[in-house]
């Protein structure tokens, strides 16, 4: 066989030459499988050296099937919820976060009631009195501003809506009882 110089050697089976009877001689080259396990089994039989071989684990296999659909799952949750945060909002969203203002309004409102007996409050009145945070939305999400609307029935906050008109069907409206 060839060795690591290129030389061949002659190539052995534990009981003698292979294929001695056949042609007297057979030459193979060393290849560097050969000379790797050459050189283990010289490390093995040097002084002091334990005889405990451990096997490697061989090439890896590819991603398996499993992995790649859970993989497509994972991207398809993330992918989801990106859209979600950042997609456009439906009308009715829209409609939650103004009832929402509103109705903080509201509160303010009912507050200034148990204060003051008379009058019709303003928004810029409730933020001075403090019954209005001073960072409360003032407006609808769709630009218009919250009017408190003053009647014999008591008090009313109304929005424009996405007409951007009072007195519509889309108009929000949030009584104060």
């Keep these: 066989m060839l060795d690591h110089a290129g030389a061949w050697r002659e190539a052995r089976s534990p009981g003698g030459p292979v294929n001695q009877a056949v042609t007297g001689r057979t030459l193979l080259p060393v290849t560097p499988r050969h000379r790797r396990r ?4 010289q490390l093995l039989e040097a002084p002091g050296v334990s005889r405990t071989v451990t096997q490697s684990r061989g090439p890896q296999r590819g991603v398996t099937l499993v992995e790649v659909g859970l993989g497509a799952a994972a991207l398809a949750v993330a992918a989801g919820t990106v859209l979600w945060l950042v997609g456009p909002r439906t009308k009715s969203d829209e409609y939650l976060v103004a009832l929402r203002h509103a109705d903080a309004i509201r509160e303010a409102t009912l507050a200034w009631e148990r204060e ?19 960072n409360a939305e003032t407006e609808d999400p769709w630009g218009g501003r919250y009017r408190l609307i ?5 008090i009313t906050i109304r929005a424009p809506g996405p007409d951007h008109r009072l007195d519509t069907p889309d108009d929000v409206r949030v009584a104060v009882e």
Aim: aromatic residues 0%.
């Design 150 to 154: 003053c009647t014999d029935g008591g």
């Design 38 to 41: 050459q050189l283990a089994r």
């Design 116 to 134: 003051t007996d008379s009058g019709c409050p303003t928004l810029t009145q409730l933020q001075r009195d403090g019954h209005l945070k001073r």
